[in-house]
C-alpha cells in the first residue's frame, strides 16, 4: 500500500477535475451496479503512464461534445478494497493500473488496459475515449 501523502496530490489530479474518488466497495457497488446513463471509471496509479498518459487523457476526453454522466475513479495500491470490487466489474480484463473504463446503464461498454496506455499520449487516449462516448454517450454538453 502506497502512503496517503503520495497518494493525495495524485488522487486529487482527478476530483479536483471532477471525478468522484471512491474509497469502499459499498461506494463502488453503488455507482457502478446501480447506475442508469453512462460512468467513466479511471483506475488510478503511481505509474508513470497514469501521470502522462491516463490522467491527462480522461481529462482531456471530458471536454467534448459528448461525455460521461458519471465520473469516478479508484486508487490501485491504496483503495484496496475499492479497487478490487471495481476490478470485479471489469472482468474479463485481467487487473490492470492504470485503466479507463466506460460503462452504460452498469455494464462494461470500453476498456483501456495499461497496454492500450502505456505508449500512447494524452491525446490518443482522449480521441479513443471520445469516441466511444459518441457511440454511447447520448447527452450532448
Given amino acids: 500500500m502506497y502512503p496517503p501523502e503520495?497518494?493525495?496530490?495524485l488522487a486529487k489530479d482527478l476530483t479536483d477535475f471532477g471525478f468522484t474518488g471512491l474509497e469502499t466497495a459499498e461506494q463502488v457497488?453503488?455507482?457502478?451496479?446501480?447506475?442508469e446513463g453512462?460512468?467513466?471509471l479511471v483506475v488510478n496509479s503511481v505509474c508513470g503512464c497514469a501521470a502522462a498518459n491516463a490522467r491527462p487523457g480522461a481529462k482531456m476526453s471530458v471536454q467534448s461534445d459528448f461525455k460521461p454522466d458519471h465520473l469516478v475513479t479508484v486508487f490501485a495500491g491504496f483503495n484496496r478494497e475499492a479497487t478490487d470490487k471495481a476490478r470485479e466489474y471489469l472482468?474479463?480484463?485481467?487487473?490492470?493500473?492504470p485503466a479507463i473504463a466506460l460503462f452504460k446503464?452498469?455494464?462494461?461498454?470500453?476498456?483501456?488496459?495499461?497496454m492500450h496506455i502505456e505508449g500512447n499520449t494524452a491525446e490518443t487516449i482522449?480521441?479513443?475515449?471520445?469516441q466511444a462516448y459518441e457511440v454511447h454517450c447520448k447527452h450532448e454538453v
Fill in 91 to 97: 472482468l474479463p480484463y485481467p487487473p490492470s493500473s
Fill in 105 to 114: 446503464d452498469g455494464k462494461l461498454v470500453h476498456m483501456l488496459e495499461r
Fill in 126 to 130: 482522449s480521441n479513443n475515449l471520445q
Fill in 29 to 35: 457497488d453503488h455507482i457502478l451496479s446501480n447506475n
Fill in 38 to 40: 453512462t460512468t467513466l
Fill in 6 to 9: 503520495l497518494v493525495a496530490p
